[in-house]
C-alpha cells in the first residue's frame, strides 16, 4: 500500500526559505514518478515540480530558478527546497507519485494517482 507523508510546512516572511519533506513507503520509490503539488484557497492544484529516478525534473514556469526538487532514495524521502518565498507561494503543499506518466503530463494532477495528505505554506509579507 503505497503511504505518502508531507512535513516541513509552516509560517514564513516573504523572501525567505524553506524545505518540505514526503516520507513515502509501499512500493519501489526510485521507480515512480513523483512530484509537489498546491492548491490555494479557490484556487486549482497545480503542479509545481516533478522527478524521475533524481535525474529528470520539471518544474512550473513560477518557481523555476526558485524551487528545487529531489529525492534521498535510501530514506525513500521526496524534498522541495523552496527559496525567494513570496505570497503567492501561500498554499497547502501534497506530494504525489505514479508508476507512470506520460510525456509532458508531469506536472497534470490527472497523472498521479497516489496522494501525500498535505502540508500547509504560509508566506507573509
Known amino acids: 500500500q503505497v503511504q505518502l507523508v508531507e512535513s516541513g510546512g509552516e509560517s514564513v516572511q516573504a523572501g525567505g526559505s524553506l524545505t518540505l519533506s514526503c516520507s513515502a513507503s509501499g512500493y519501489t520509490f526510485s521507480s515512480y514518478y513523483m512530484a509537489w503539488f498546491r492548491q490555494a484557497p479557490g484556487k486549482e492544484r497545480e503542479g509545481v515540480a516533478a522527478?524521475?529516478?533524481?535525474?529528470?525534473?520539471w518544474y512550473a514556469r513560477s518557481v523555476k530558478g526558485r524551487f528545487t526538487i529531489s529525492i534521498d532514495n535510501r530514506e525513500n524521502t521526496l524534498y522541495l527546497e523552496m527559496n525567494s518565498l513570496n505570497a503567492e507561494d501561500t498554499a497547502m503543499y501534497y506530494c504525489a507519485a505514479h508508476p507512470a506518466i506520460k510525456p509532458n503530463y508531469k506536472l497534470l494532477s490527472d497523472s498521479y494517482d497516489y496522494w501525500g495528505q498535505g502540508t500547509q505554506v504560509t508566506v507573509s509579507s
Open positions: 522527478l524521475r529516478s533524481d535525474v529528470y525534473t
